[in-house]
Nanobody
Framework: VQLQASGGGLVQAGGSLRLSCAAS????????MGWFRQAPGKEREFVAV???????RYADSVKGRFTISRDGAKNTLYLQMNSLKPEDTAVYYC??????????????????WGQGTQVTVSS
């Protein structure tokens, strides 16, 4: 499976963006799919995760503002981001966990990564 993230851009605080992560090469229906982000000078951090069962988890910093979803027919993962804040500025990465690790918040649990898409939120 290869992952291709897109949808980033420049938006004002309070605005919205929807990120997409298209999977090619193989269906990702059985994988645990997550979004991470990395701001300049900071470590990559967990944002959201969705299991094939439909269960989701979010970082506290984005809970209530971001929504992760997946479209099996399109083999695409999404991250709807609303009420964006300047502190959401980062490169956003999608990732796939093939082995279903328990530690969904840990970057090392993910086997396949997309190339990242830049999100910039201006104040």
């Amino acid at each position: 499976v290869q992952l291709q993230a897109s949808g980033g851009g420049l938006v004002q605080a309070g605005g919205s963006l929807r990120l997409s992560c298209a999977a090619s090469g193989r269906t990702f229906s059985r994988y645990v799919m997550g979004w991470f982000r990395q701001a300049p000078g900071k470590e990559r951090e967990f944002v959201a995760v969705k299991w094939s069962s439909g269960t989701t988890r979010y970082a506290d910093s984005v809970k209530g503002r971001f929504t992760i979803s997946r479209d099996g027919a399109k083999n695409t993962l999404y991250l709807q981001m609303n009420s964006l804040k300047p502190e959401d500025t980062a490169v956003y990465y999608c990732a796939a966990d093939v082995s279903h690790s328990e530690n969904y918040w840990y970057t090392g649990s993910y086997d396949i990564w997309g190339q990242g898409t830049q999100v910039t939120v201006s104040s």
